[in-house]
């Protein structure tokens, strides 16, 4: 069962797309964009709630109860929606961040929080139904084995989404930035090294120039020369 592409062709499907433009009042870009950024996240919400012994339960009951959905005529699905069981569902699959995530999501696709808040809050139950309609799929022999065929799929979905281009233009923006500023470390620490090797050598040379002026200066006066004349022609030479 490969959630991703399931996922990708109900959610991002254009009636799907539509429907939740017309629900929320967004554009179809708008839609699409908040979609884009924020399934990866909701996928592996599903999938720790799926995972955890605590909500696991409850998680597959609700599946199960939204399996019973029909999502064949997207129109009539989203005119059903109860928007306050969307944002409950939220709540339950990103727990403390679903605020902190709507601002990011908000901010990758470029979409008012607000409007953001509204896109997933919509999209949610049909998350849930899918969902449940796939795991009703996935196996006939027992809920139990049918939750754990999810599950499997939950985190494989969550692990695939790095090959999905669509899902994964937030976390490539993010990563070529991480990699920028590893680029400019990376570039002052070699400045830096380069710097410090000049002084360095600067110093080397500055410290061999002295010695050889020492002895230059020993060996004058060793010879009966006017030391004082041999210092300011080395001060001139120097300079």
Do not use: C, R
């Amino acid at each position: 069962m490969d959630l991703t592409s399931v996922l990708m062709k109900s959610l991002l499907s254009d009636d799907s797309v539509k429907s939740l433009s017309k629900k929320t009042g967004s554009s179809k870009n708008e839609v699409t964009d908040v979609l884009t950024a924020a399934l990866p996240m909701l996928i592996k919400g599903a999938g720790q709630q799926a995972e955890d012994e605590s909500t696991a339960e409850s998680f597959l009951n609700a599946l199960t109860k939204h399996a019973e959905n029909d999502t064949s005529d997207m129109d009539s699905f989203m005119d059903n929606v109860d928007m306050a069981d969307g944002a409950k569902i939220l709540a339950h699959l990103l727990g403390s961040d679903t605020e902190s995530t709507t601002k990011k999501v908000s901010k990758k696709s470029g979409t008012s929080n607000d409007n953001t808040a509204q896109i997933l809050t919509a999209a949610a139950p049909l998350l849930m139904s899918v969902l449940g309609q796939e795991n009703k799929k996935s196996s006939k022999s027992g809920s139990k084995k049918a939750s754990s065929d999810l599950v499997g799929a939950l985190l494989s979905s969550a692990l695939e989404n790095v090959n999905v281009t669509e899902l994964l233009m937030g976390a490539l923006t993010d990563s070529l930035t991480d990699s920028d500023k590893k680029a400019t470390t990376k570039k002052k620490a070699a400045s830096t090294k380069k710097t410090t090797a000049a002084k360095k050598s600067t110093s080397t040379k500055s410290t061999t120039t002295k010695k050889k002026a020492a002895t230059t200066k020993k060996k004058a006066a060793d010879d009966g020369i006017d030391v004082g004349d041999v210092a300011n022609l080395l001060t001139k030479l120097l300079k």
